[in-house]
């Protein structure tokens, strides 16, 4: 009897444990770099699947053409705020997945705002019309060792620029494209 109840003991133990759900790390925040841009964020935990991210930090942008005598860059800075549901963690956790600093797929609005602060360039006098964008994004953090991460995510959305802000008769909006990959290193 003895070894019977020491039995299902340890098989209801074993099911409790393997029972909690797998959850979003309380608090977590780095830097992050791509092609097109530098940032920083801080990602606070909502709910066991959510947490919401802000970010600030610089996008880059690149053009030429025959009209300009040599390539230009600019970066300008941005802010962002975005919720994100980290849709797989439990999944994730019953494959023996890493989970920790929120590696996992991701499903976010991506909400920026682009102001006309300043501007750093290869051409003088480059400015940005303020603009604010909403974008749907699917996207996946990995963990590399435990402090790099590599993100990559693709959207499409929704631009509104206040061009009349620098000159222009008209604002617009336009469709908006969010296509990332950043390679990072998380405090």
């Known amino acids: 009897m003895k070894k019977i109840l020491l039995t299902l003991t340890f098989c209801g133990l074993t099911l409790i444990a393997k029972s909690q759900t797998a959850s979003v790390k309380q608090s977590t925040y780095g830097i992050q770099t791509g092609v097109l841009g530098i940032w920083a ?18 996008d880059a942008g690149f053009w030429g053409g025959s009209f ?3 390539n230009g860059y600019l970066m300008t800075p941005v802010i962002r705020l975005e919720p994100r549901w980290y849709y ?12 920790g600093g929120n590696s996992g797929n991701f499903l976010t609005l ?6 006309n602060w300043f501007v750093i360039s ?3 006098n480059v400015e940005v019309a303020d603009q604010i964008s909403i974008i749907p994004t ?7 060792g435990n402090h790099f991460t590599y993100e990559t995510g693709i ?3 929704y631009r509104y620029i206040f061009a009349k802000s620098v000159g222009y008769l008209e604002n617009e909006g336009e469709a908006a494209l969010n296509l990332h990959l950043r390679i990072g290193y998380r405090f």
Do not use: C
Request: glycine content about 8%; hydrophobic content about 25%.
């Open 88 to 99: 797989n963690l439990n999944k994730r956790v019953s494959k023996s997945r890493n989970i």
């Open 110 to 115: 991506q909400t920026s705002y682009n102001p």
């Open 122 to 124: 290869n051409y003088d």
């Open 41 to 58: 964020h801080k990602e606070t935990k909502l709910s066991n699947q959510i947490a919401l991210r802000a970010e600030i930090g610089m």
């Open 138 to 144: 699917w996207g996946i953090r990995r963990n590399i």
């Open 155 to 157: 959207g499409i959305g």
């Open 68 to 70: 300009y005598p040599e």
